[in-house]
């Protein structure tokens, strides 16, 4: 399923390029990041996003609200540099390719659900300040943040 067609909240926010699809959405964490070593001591970084919005209703005037949460994953030092920097309720930015997982539970049912692999995550400026620490690049093909 391409990423315009996963959430009204998200449709207007996807881009495509030949050969890379690619997805960004601003919300804020709803936990805070968990850090895990997996595959032999790769790092990866797990935190939910939700997206909230709200509107007018044409027909009634009254205020209608929704909310879009997300799971997002980010691998390496750009785990490492999430788990240090943010926080339950940060609000942030997120770019990364949509990935769909689907399994079977005990009871035989199929079960789906929708994760974005980070490729940038950012501090949002938007209703707070911050200040930057530089950290070190990785090497040459150190670089594993773009699974």
């Known amino acids: 399923m391409p990423p315009s067609v996963v959430s009204p909240a998200l449709a207007g926010s996807s881009t495509t390029t030949p050969g890379k699809d690619t997805l960004t959405i601003a919300g804020n964490l709803t936990r805070d990041p968990e850090l895990r070593n997996v595959n032999g001591g790769r790092t990866v970084v797990s935190f939910s996003v939700a997206e909230n919005r709200s509107w007018a209703d044409k027909a009634t005037g009254a205020t209608q609200e929704a909310v879009t949460y997300l799971d997002v994953t980010a691998w390496g030092a ?70």
Do not use: C, F
């Open 78 to 147: 750009m785990a490492d540099h999430v788990a240090t920097s943010l926080h339950t309720g940060d609000r942030v930015l997120v770019t990364g390719r949509l990935e769909q997982h689907s399994w079977e539970g005990p009871d035989g049912a199929r079960h789906s659900k929708h994760e974005l692999v980070a490729t940038e995550v950012a501090a949002s400026l938007r209703y707070a300040e911050t200040s930057i620490t530089r950290a070190a690049r990785p090497a040459p093909g150190d670089d594993d943040d773009l699974n």
